[in-house]
């Protein structure tokens, strides 16, 4: 691996993601694996008469190990055959590697989408909105519940679209950050505690746990950061991350969210409905004032800070693993 090259490969990624967003179209890698993962499901997932819970966890492990190979040797594969054409065929592949992983456009786009519905007092097309980013139910939430639901996924996503692709990226390249993009799309298509999904998606879950146990502790620290240098409360949201950093069924979400709730100064999480069901959750961070649309754009210059910091960081550890052996 030319670390010289990932590294460039990384900026460009990140600015080009900056200049373009991310685009929806039928081929975008991301729907690709999504494609797989449904299509390994359908073959997968047993019939009611045969299923079972170990047998139903069995099967969602083999799903599990099947698009983690399947994509990561895909990778592989592309960015090798490019390499043989020329040096600089491979660069431009791994560039659009590394800008097709990162989603701080995207996720800023759609949360604003979000407050400008709220500021102009639109509550229908805010709830419509904030559907496109949220898994819980919407459409009785009030214009304070919509906000908080957009400032949740800002801050619960600069982990999982930002900063943790930018870690297995500078670990690994594109082939482990692809691996672990496989692993993020499956949790968020069979990682669910429903009927369905309880045993069948449990393995995918706990993966997913993992992968992102490192990035997420990371993010925190690095949205602490942000906080300090942005001019935020970084005092009570260290207090806040010290206090509240594992209420929360994952043991990687509310790292970020309470780093977020304690520099904004609000309370997040709480109870949700989700498909219908009332699930009963813990709070976030000290209810010193309502959440409100403002603190959508407060989130994402927090989550920029972060990101910006995240690919400064991953710049540093190329080079330090890049003239390593020099320094020896």
């Keep these: ?54 047998g139903l966890f069995f099967r969602g492990a083999c799903l599990s190990v099947f698009a983690c190979v399947i994509t990561a040797a895909a990778v592989w594969f592309i960015l090798a055959l490019a390499g043989l054409v020329s040096p600089v065929l491979r660069f431009a592949v791994e560039t659009l590697c590394c800008y097709f992983l990162l989603a701080v456009r995207d996720l800023k786009t759609e949360s604003m989408r979000v407050y400008h519905a709220l500021a102009a007092g639109e509550l229908c097309e805010a709830r419509r909105a904030v559907s496109r980013i949220v ?21 619960e996503n600069t982990s999982d679209g930002v900063v943790a692709p930018l870690f297995y990226l500078a670990l690994g390249g594109p082939v482990l950050g692809w691996l672990y993009k496989a692993v993020n799309t499956m949790d968020s298509m069979v990682g669910y505690k429903n009927a369905r999904y309880l045993y069948f998606g449990r393995f995918a879950a706990r993966l997913d746990d993992v992968l992102n146990f490192i990035p997420a502790r990371l993010s925190a620290l690095l949205m602490l950061l942000a906080s300090w240098l942005l001019g935020f409360d970084w005092k009570h949201a260290a207090r806040v991350f010290m206090r509240d950093r594992l ?20 309370m997040l999480a709480g109870d949700a409905y ?29 989550m920029y800070g972060t ?22």
């Excluded at 898994?135 to 801050?155: C, F, H, I, M, Q």
């Excluded at 209420?247 to 609000?266: D, I, Y």
């Excluded at 961070?285 to 407060?298: K, Q």
Aim: glycine share 8%; hydrophobic share 45%; charged share 20%.
């Design 274 to 302: 989700y498909f219908g069901t009332l699930y009963k959750k813990e709070t976030i961070g000290d209810d010193l004032r309502p959440v409100e649309a403002e603190d959508i754009r407060r989130a994402n210059l927090l």
């Design 135 to 155: 898994g819980r139910d919407t459409k009785n939430l009030s214009a304070s519940g919509v906000a908080r639901a957009a400032v949740e996924t800002v801050a």
């Design 1 to 54: 691996m030319n670390r010289g090259m990932l590294t460039a490969a990384i900026v460009c990624g990140f600015l080009l993601d900056q200049v373009l967003g991310d685009p929806e179209y039928r081929f975008h890698p991301v729907r690709l694996i999504g494609s797989l993962i449904a299509g390994l499901e359908s073959r997968l997932y047993p019939t009611a008469e045969s299923g079972n819970e170990w």
């Design 307 to 328: 990101a910006l910091s995240a690919v400064i960081l991953a710049i540093a550890f190329e080079l330090f693993i890049e003239f390593l052996p020099v320094c020896q």
């Design 247 to 266: 209420k929360h069924a994952s043991p990687n979400s509310a790292q970020t969210e309470s780093v977020c709730a304690g520099a904004l100064g609000v």
